[in-house]
């Protein structure tokens, strides 16, 4: 599973997921085990620091699962999203409180049947939608897995309210017969008229 998702990685760096910003700072990764995408954005932001002449960017991985160290990155394990302990963990570890950059591939343990799964991976996207405002900065970008179905209008909707981009992304890694996608969503603004507390 890890060589996949590496290669999900380099074909999302193809395709032009790299414009999300070399100059993004802090950037939270969530469903973050084995590590693979930490550690294509520990390279991205510098945050082992092995370029002296970039400056030095933060990777925080959080998810429910153990994830082996990674130079760099700090994480969160086990921990779950979901849970509103969990949002303020990562808002004490993220420097200044905000990140750059959320990437989420994470998926509930598929049951089988594929609407509920479906169900369950839409649930867990606009989950973590919900605490954006409090982590992302303005501006930000927010990217994350999705399995096509029913509920992927729901999600797009509501991305188009709070980022001023939202399109899908298929990666070439992807098998074609394969429902996942992933939704990115650049520019966050938040959404209009909703009163932070």
């Not at 996949?4 to 074909?11: E, F």
């Not at 409180?97 to 509920?116: K, W």
């Not at 369950?120 to 919900?130: F, P």
């Not at 399995?147 to 981009?165: C, H």
Request: charged fraction near 20%.
């Amino acid at each position: 599973m890890a060589g996949y998702l590496k290669l999900v990685c380099a074909s999302f760096q193809r395709q032009g997921f790299h414009t999300v910003g070399s100059r993004c700072k802090n950037r939270t990764d969530c469903g973050a085990a084995p590590g693979a995408w930490s550690q294509v954005a520990v390279q991205k932001v510098n945050a082992a620091g092995t370029d002296p002449s970039s400056p030095v960017g933060f990777v925080l991985g959080v998810d429910l699962l153990h994830i082996f160290p990674l130079e760099g990155a700090t994480f969160l394990c086990p921990a779950d999203v979901t849970d509103p302990r969990t949002s303020q963990r990562i808002l004490e570890v993220l420097p200044g409180g905000r990140a750059d950059v959320i990437l989420s591939d994470m998926a509930p343990n598929a049951t089988g049947f594929r609407d509920l799964d479906h169900d369950r991976l839409i649930s867990l996207c606009l989950t973590l939608l919900s605490v954006t405002p409090d982590i992302l900065q303005p501006g930000g970008t927010f990217l994350c897995k999705t399995w096509a179905g029913s509920q992927s209008r729901r999600l797009q909707r509501r991305l188009t309210e709070e980022f001023q981009n939202v399109r899908i992304i298929k990666p070439e890694a992807s098998r074609k017969e394969s429902s996942e996608v992933y939704f990115l969503a650049t520019q966050y603004h938040g959404r209009k008229g909703a009163v932070k507390q």
